[in-house]
């Protein structure tokens, strides 16, 4: 028998160098798609006025959106058939025996209500009140109206208002 030559192990196939060279370009085209992408993004914010974002091309703005204040009108149940609640019971997290219908179609009615408090019309609060009291409310309630000046984040982390003042508590049967 001849003698065996030994093979050398660290030789690359056959068209491995072509490998790894298309795998370079293919790096070097996904680096530029996404370069290029970031650019787009960014520039269509400012290139076209008034117009935030072009799609596909995203600023991620998002969050520069939200706005530092907002404002909300709502009801505390405080009594229902003479039984008092404690604590008050937001509105939109009663229990179906005191609050009937739709909660969030409710919830435009009380904002409604809440702005023509605040505008002093008295013929279209009692219509309000009248709309609220008749279609959602069970029994005799007694409810209080309430606005709320906040800061989303800091209502979301510590469940503080920068205002909350009460606009009047009322009662289901009061009403004419």
Same mark, same amino acid.
């Given at each position: 028998? %001849?003698?065996?030559?030994? &093979?050398?192990? /660290?030789?690359?196939?056959? %068209?491995?160098?072509?490998?790894?060279? =298309? $795998?370079?370009?293919?790096?070097?085209?996904?680096?530029?798609?996404?370069?290029?992408?970031?650019?787009? #993004?960014?520039? =269509? &914010? +400012? *290139?076209?006025?008034?117009?935030? @974002?072009?799609?596909?091309?995203? #600023?991620?703005?998002?969050?520069?959106?939200?706005?530092?204040? &907002? =404002?909300?009108?709502?009801?505390? $149940? @405080?009594?229902? /058939?003479? +039984?008092?609640?404690?604590?008050?019971?937001?509105? *939109?997290?009663?229990?179906d025996s005191i609050v009937a219908g739709n909660r969030f179609?409710?919830?435009?009615?009380? &904002? +409604?209500? #809440?702005?023509?408090? @605040? +505008?002093?019309?008295?013929?279209?609060?009692?219509?309000?009140?009248?709309? *609220?009291?008749? /279609?959602? *409310?069970? %029994?005799?309630?007694?409810? @209080?109206?309430?606005?709320?000046?906040?800061?989303?984040?800091?209502?979301?982390?510590r469940g503080e208002n920068l205002e909350a003042r009460s606009l009047g508590v009322f009662d289901? %049967?009061?009403?004419?």
């Amino acid at each position: 028998m %001849g003698a065996v030559t030994p &093979q050398p192990h /660290n030789l690359a196939p056959v %068209g491995g160098s072509r490998r790894r060279g =298309s $795998l370079r370009r293919l790096h070097r085209r996904l680096l530029l798609v996404l370069v290029v992408y970031f650019f787009a #993004g960014s520039a =269509s &914010q +400012k *290139l076209i006025p008034g117009v935030d @974002e072009i799609f596909p091309f995203f #600023g991620w703005s998002l969050f520069s959106k939200v706005p530092v204040e &907002q =404002s909300t009108y709502s009801v505390l $149940l @405080e009594a229902q /058939n003479g +039984k008092a609640l404690e604590p008050a019971i937001p509105f *939109l997290k009663a229990p179906d025996s005191i609050v009937a219908g739709n909660r969030f179609i409710a919830r435009k009615v009380i &904002q +409604k209500l #809440g702005r023509a408090h @605040e +505008k002093g019309d008295a013929a279209e609060i009692e219509r309000l009140r009248r709309l *609220l009291e008749k /279609n959602y *409310l069970h %029994g005799r309630v007694r409810y @209080e109206l309430g606005f709320e000046r906040y800061d989303p984040l800091t209502k979301w982390r510590r469940g503080e208002n920068l205002e909350a003042r009460s606009l009047g508590v009322f009662d289901s %049967g009061d009403l004419p």
